[in-house]
């Protein structure tokens, strides 16, 4: 009985893990995604894509948002602290197009 116990503990423990590590994740992800959105100021009309890096780096969550108004779209990222779950965006990117860069 006690071998079948353990036998199957040993089975379901690393499923289990995943799943919560899947999980896990996924929340983190969201965080990033309403905490990234919310800081944006724009009228509620304004379309705002905001793609999420999937795990960050060790200390921080990142993410590109976009901003979409008249006919330039705003683009700045996004940096949550993983540590205290703040974020904070940068100020838009120049346009490359009128910075001459590509």
């Known amino acids: ?3 079948r116990l353990a036998g199957w503990i040993v089975t379901i423990l690393p ?3 995943s799943a ?5 994740w996924e ?3 969201q965080a ?3 905490s990234c959105r919310s800081l944006v100021d724009s009228p509620d009309r304004t ?12 200390s921080f969550g990142a993410a590109l ?4 108004h008249d006919d330039t779209p705003d683009r700045m990222v996004c940096i949550y602290s993983k540590a205290t779950g703040t974020a904070e965006l940068t100020a ?11």
């Open 20 to 24: 919560s590590s899947d999980a896990a």
């Open 65 to 68: 948002v976009t901003v979409d």
């Open 1 to 3: 009985m006690k071998a």
């Open 27 to 29: 929340e983190f992800r």
């Open 15 to 17: 499923a289990l893990a």
């Open 47 to 58: 379309r705002i894509r905001v793609e999420v890096n999937p795990f960050g780096s060790d």
């Open 32 to 34: 990033i995604g309403e």
């Open 92 to 102: 838009p990117f120049a346009d490359a197009a009128i910075s001459g860069q590509n």
